[in-house]
């Protein structure tokens, strides 16, 4: 339920007050959204004593507002419902992690920890508390505020357990806990140490780099999905890039079932090929190929041989107790929408044709003249001509609220590994 | 019927199919009324906005009013922007969501009026591929709700559907009727015409977050429900106050009063979701199945003793927040000697294994101190007096007891009454509250009950509207009560101020058990 445009964070309402108090301004830089540093092994005591701080100044301050009326004093809340790790590099990565915590924390009230690495001479580890505080929905009389600690990690060689002894003991017990880890640190010895103490891994496998040569990009998406499969046991993994997927797989779905352009769920017995058309190269292959999966594995084919080459990537199936395959066709579509763009199934009778195209912001799913739309969950994406894709906040969003452990996508995921194992570029 | 769906079509599975909205006409009845304009609309709106409504959607709006297209979808604007400050008005989003709003000016009491509706659906439905899927939402007084319903019948817009068809739907606000023979008498008019499962009996409170979070508060929670029994709970208490008087509906309160107003449909839901056994299932039929059960175990008011068991009250003049505010009497379009009570306090009594003995005290009225709606369960005290120095309110052998509180209204959340030691060289006890509040715990806003409701009726799900067993055992209920305060006219009316907590007489019925009402 979250779809409706967020309340935008603002910062604290209330420096003239706390700029009074009496801890030298430290208390409002806190709540104002900057870094403060802090001892690393006192990162706890210290964040207790700015909560106190807050609430004593807030006490004070309401005495005051009762003997006079210009008191601009707005009550703080401290909220957690989660712990969100996010493990990133120093410099940009950092910074777009940074303002996807004060998204994040609009809508769900967490103890944020961003896990910095940073390549420095000498070793060491810092750490840095601040608070990200905005209004509640609709009121303008109390604001919420969720603590974010950074946690820099620097040195020649990351040391993974290293880092992971300073973050895991921050985690909140018996809350939620999801680690985001940035594409160049999804390895699972890396990973691997933080999971003792969280309970949920965020991959993204839309993350490639581009200009990697064919072998290197399969190599790389092959790991990060072994990973997910690997570490199921461990904790929930969600692939983003799977969640992207949700409104095709449900149009494709409910192609079989009781809608309008109702196909007999046996007729995915008799299914020829399936072309799927997709843009944003590397990013967008991810997805059409976890599609591909996606269905390959619910009507249980086995890939038998694939090959990538500039004109796209085929690959072919066959049926279990029969001679007959089926061919895959991805195709990447320059200067379209990233993403999946269209979908074509065809039978081998020929009777049925089933298509599901991104018209107008919506899905369109027809076949033999009969066609339905249905609407993408995305409100960023929703009747926006050109965009398909959420934006990433919305899908983190939708990760927190919604997701469980999903057999379905090990499924398909076991699936591509295969599959990119008798690939050749 | 997901499992079975699951194994005909593989891709079904893991796929949250359950939400899955068809195309469809919303038809509303009494559109140019403030129901539509305070909640229908703005609902409709806020699922739009979700991406919850599908591409394929008309909302056409009908009432004796005469407005066109764009007069209709100007003035829903308005409204929206108007009462609902918390929905995010965008000139952009609007203007897509208006294109499906239509409004025909009708009188429903002829068949004229039926054939222009039904004319128009027609067109509109070629227009928006809404393929004749009907829902017909009746926001109109409860009098028309039989011709409307027998209208829609007699020209073909409503059929009687087999079995597994789920179209067309009816959505009719309470009241259910006015009594228990009234309200039988259009449940059998309607099944004339519709099945049960085609008809939609909404019950606002159900579709409240904090309503819904009371079964999963019981049944997703391991520790409370091994409490949740005669041996540790005390007695429970649900509270319905209003500041508000009548607001302008003078003529209908009069007749309708305290118990058919919010006892026997509101209250009574909140009961069963708090005394229900846990359902087999999440399934529509499995929750109504059980809370109908708790109606059936409610010990029936016997005429000879139900003074003891009930209490009335009607408001005379007082103050509410600062200003004075009239007596029920005093109200536009009310008689100076109405008898109608706008208070209601009731002592019930289940006759059942697990609440057999625990009494479930029950208080609804307006023009109350406070507008608060509350579930207070109450256990049992510890059974020795360990600490001294117990501060705050205790009962008289100085002993608390724990609190358990769903807070319905205004701020939805759960507290919880515990005694903790305070801080100092002494062994003194303090009793304070530990709090979840929906607003603060999570940063989405919550939809309103609007939303939920309309929402499950565009799916297909009935199971947060009320079915018709659940209106009739709860007409039953209430009957003798009713035929008692109408055949013994009050004779001490207006017994309560205004900006009180209601008449002496409702803290005496609890008192007479050793218990008082909570101070809200």
Same mark, same amino acid.
């Given at each position: ?19 009074? &108090? ?51 004093? %707005? ?85 993974? $357990? ?52 064919? $072998? ?42 009781? %809608? ?18 997709? !843009? ?146 | ?5 699951? /194994? ?16 469809? &006409? ?22 739009? /906005? ?29 409204? /929206? ?13 609007? &203007? ?160 309708? !009063? ?112 406070? &507008? ?95 079915? %018709? ?13 009713? $035929? ?37």
């Amino acid at each position: 339920m979250s779809n409706l445009p967020s309340v935008p964070t603002t910062g604290l309402q209330n420096s003239q007050d706390l700029q009074n &108090s009496q801890d030298d301004g430290r208390t409002l830089s806190f709540l104002s959204g900057n870094l403060a540093q802090v001892d690393v092994a006192k990162i706890e005591r210290e964040l207790s004593r700015l909560w106190d701080s807050a609430g004593r100044a807030a006490q004070d301050n309401s005495a005051e507002a009762i003997s006079d009326s210009k008191s601009s004093w %707005t009550p703080v809340i401290r909220a957690c419902a989660l712990n969100v790790v996010l493990l990133c590099d120093e410099g940009k990565n950092e910074r777009e992690f940074e303002n996807l915590l004060a998204e994040i924390t609009v809508r769900h009230p967490c103890r944020a920890i961003l896990a910095v690495i940073a390549l420095a001479q000498v070793e060491k580890v810092e750490a840095w508390v601040t608070a990200h505080c905005h209004f509640l929905p609709g009121r303008l009389d109390k604001q919420m505020c969720c603590e974010q600690i950074t946690v820099k990690w620097s040195g020649q060689s990351f040391k993974s $357990e290293g880092l992971a002894s300073v973050v895991t003991p921050l985690v909140i017990p018996e809350l939620p806990s999801w680690l985001f880890a940035g594409s160049t640190h999804l390895t699972r010895g890396v990973v691997e140490p933080f999971l003792a103490y969280l309970d949920h891994l965020l991959i993204d496998s839309r993350f490639s780099d581009d200009t990697a040569v064919c $072998e290197e990009r399969l190599t790389a998406l092959k790991s990060k999905w072994q990973i997910a499969i690997d570490l199921a046991d461990r904790a929930v993994v969600v692939d983003l890039a799977w969640l992207t997927l949700s409104a095709w797989r449900k149009a494709i779905a409910l192609a079989f079932d009781d %809608t309008d352009v109702s196909i007999k769920p046996s007729r995915l017995q008799a299914v020829k090929a399936i072309t799927i058309n997709y !843009g944003g190269d590397a990013k967008g292959f991810s997805q059409a190929l976890l599609l591909a999966s996606w269905l390959t594995s619910r009507i249980k084919l086995e890939p038998t041989a694939a090959s990538l080459s500039s004109s796209g990537w085929q690959a072919q199936y066959s049926k279990p107790g029969s001679t007959e395959t089926m061919q895959v066709n991805l195709v990447s579509v320059a200067d379209s929408c990233t993403g999946i763009n269209s979908f074509e199934m065809t039978f081998t009778d020929g009777s049925d044709k089933l298509n599901v195209d991104f018209v107008s912001g919506a899905l369109k799913v027809s076949n033999a003249g009969n066609y339905e739309y249905m609407e993408l969950p995305w409100s960023s994406a929703r009747d926006k001509e050109g965009s398909v894709e959420p934006v990433f906040n919305e899908l983190v969003d939708f990760a927190f609220e919604h997701y469980a452990k999903d057999g379905v996508f090990l499924a398909a995921a076991q699936h591509a590994v295969k599959l990119l194992g008798n690939c050749q570029c | 019927m997901i499992e079975e769906k699951v /194994l005909d079509n593989p891709l079904l599975e893991g796929l949250a199919l359950d939400r899955h909205v068809d195309s469809l &006409s919303f038809v509303i009845f009494g559109a140019h009324g403030d129901l539509t304009k305070r909640k229908l609309v703005p609902a409709m709106y806020a699922l739009f /906005l979700q991406g919850l409504l599908p591409r394929g959607f008309v909302l056409l709006g009908t009432s004796r009013t005469k407005m066109t297209d764009d007069e209709f979808r100007n003035l829903m604007r308005d409204s /929206l922007i108007k009462f609902a400050p918390d929905l995010p008005y965008e000139e952009d989003s609007w &203007s897509r969501f208006a294109t499906s709003l239509y409004y025909r000016a009708t009188d429903s009491s002829t068949a004229e009026g039926y054939e222009v509706i039904k004319s128009t659906l027609a067109e509109l439905d070629a227009k928006h591929g809404t393929k004749g899927r009907h829902v017909f939402y009746l926001s109109t007084s409860p009098s028309l709700y039989l011709p409307i319903i027998k209208g829609l019948a007699a020209s073909g817009l409503v059929t009687k559907a087999k079995v597994n068809e789920a179209w067309p739907r009816v959505v009719i606000e309470k009241p259910f009727g006015h009594d228990l023979a009234s309200s039988i008498a259009l449940d059998e008019s309607i099944h004339e015409v519709m099945r049960e499962h085609q008809v939609y009996r909404i019950d606002h409170y159900l579709g409240k977050e904090t309503v819904q979070n009371i079964m999963v508060f019981r049944f997703a929670n391991g520790i409370f429900e091994p409490l949740w029994n005669r041996n540790h709970i005390d007695h429970i208490q649900i509270t319905n106050a209003e500041t508000i008087g009548v607001e302008g509906r003078g003529a209908y309160y009069q007749e309708a !009063g305290a118990l058919r107003d919010m006892v026997q449909n509101h209250l009574m839901q909140l009961l069963a979701l708090v005394l229900m056994e846990p359902p087999i299932s999440m399934g529509a039929e499995a929750t109504r199945d059980e809370k109908i059960k708790v109606l059936r175990c409610l010990k029936p008011l016997n005429p000879a003793t139900i003074d003891k068991h009930a209490v009335r009250g009607q408001y005379g003049e007082g103050f509410i927040v600062g200003s004075q505010v009239p007596g029920f009497r005093e109200e536009e379009s009310v008689s100076p000697d109405a008898p109608t009570p706008t208070f209601a306090a009731l002592k019930l009594e289940v006759d059942n294994w697990r609440w057999a003995g625990v009494p479930i005290y029950m208080r609804s009225g307006k023009r109350l101190a406070k &507008s608060i709606t509350e579930v207070a369960v109450h256990f049992k005290k510890a059974p020795h007096r360990l600490f001294e120095g117990d501060q705050g309110e205790a009962d008289a052998d100085g002993r608390h007891d724990n609190v358990l509180v769903m807070q319905i209204q205004p701020e939805e959340g759960i507290s919880l009454k515990f005694a903790t030691k305070q801080p100092g060289p002494t062994t003194m006890v303090r009793w304070l509250n530990m709090d979840f509040k929906y607003g603060t715990a999570f940063g989405a806003r919550t939809p309103t009950a609007y939303e939920r409701l309309i929402l499950d009726c565009l799916i297909g799900d009935p199971s947060l509207y009320a079915r %018709t067993d659940f209106v009739e055992a709860s007409w039953q209920y209430i009957e003798p009560l009713l $035929e008692h305060w109408d055949n013994e006219k009050p004779a001490d009316f207006p017994n309560y101020k205004a900006g009180s907590w209601g008449p002496k007489a409702a803290d005496d019925l609890i008192a007479s058990t050793g218990h008082a009402w909570r101070k809200l």
